[in-house]
């Protein structure tokens, strides 16, 4: 598959979101972190945000859930107008019922895992799942470092995709830019979340083709 590129809204001007979404239409998907001040130490934004987004861009909402009880919540982010919906394994009280719940009303089921968390206990799940999104800094913040020790769970995370013979997609979201997202590629990711090396560069469109020519390159797989 060839790479794909999220940016985080999260690194964006939180007063003009609408501009800064346009800002990134040639991008994949505009990844959307919601926090909840609970399951992670950061409040951000919620259902009404997304669906303002949602009617101000025609790039698809891809939306990560840092809440607790996401079984409760992640439907109402559907109706809300997200293709993508991600929920932390380590929130969800029952992942398998609330993906297929997920898929059910349309959406891309993802499933998210903390830097501590294995993927070795979830392999069962997979076929439950569009994605898997491998956390590479502690969920709550933007802006922080890359983490290395990341990049051995990114590879036996795509290696279980493959034992399986499985068609999701593998992201990773946390200190990705030009310096770090090579890396990743070459570990095994085909998706990959970008806030501050996209939102912090004076021209965003560019960096998100930037972003995917070093990817592709990495892969040896060109876009489509």
């Known amino acids: 598959m060839a790479p794909q590129i999220n940016p985080s809204i999260l690194s964006a001007d939180f007063s003009r979101l609408a501009d800064e979404a346009k800002a990134v239409e ?10 909840d001040n609970h399951f992670v130490p950061n409040l951000t934004l919620g259902v009404p945000v997304v669906e303002s987004l949602g009617k101000a861009t025609e790039t698809p909402l891809d939306c990560h ?3 607790e009880d996401p079984d409760r919540w992640a439907p109402q982010y559907i109706e809300a107008g997200a293709g ?13 019922r609330l993906a297929r719940e997920i898929r059910a009303k349309g959406a891309r089921a993802s499933m998210a895992l903390k830097p501590a968390t294995p ?3 979830y392999e069962d799940l997979l076929p439950e799942l569009d994605m898997l999104l491998v956390m590479t800094v502690e ?4 802006g922080q470092a890359f983490l290395d020790i990341m990049l051995p769970k ?5 290696q279980l995709i493959d034992k399986h013979g499985l068609q999701m997609w593998l992201q990773v979201d946390g200190g990705v830019s030009a310096e770090t997202i090579e890396r990743c590629a070459e570990a095994g990711a ?3 979340v970008a806030g501050s090396a996209v939102y912090g560069a004076d021209d965003p469109a560019k960096a998100v083709r930037e972003l995917r020519h070093l990817a592709e390159k990495a892969t040896g797989t060109p876009g489509s």
């Open 154 to 158: 990114i590879r036996r995370t795509r």
């Open 119 to 121: 993927i070795e206990p």
């Open 65 to 67: 859930l840092m809440i």
């Open 26 to 35: 040639g991008a994949d998907w505009l990844h959307v972190d919601v926090m």
């Open 84 to 96: 993508s919906v991600t929920f932390h394994v380590e929130a969800a009280a029952a992942p398998v």
């Open 190 to 192: 085909d998706v990959f």
């Open 139 to 142: 969920p709550g913040f933007g």
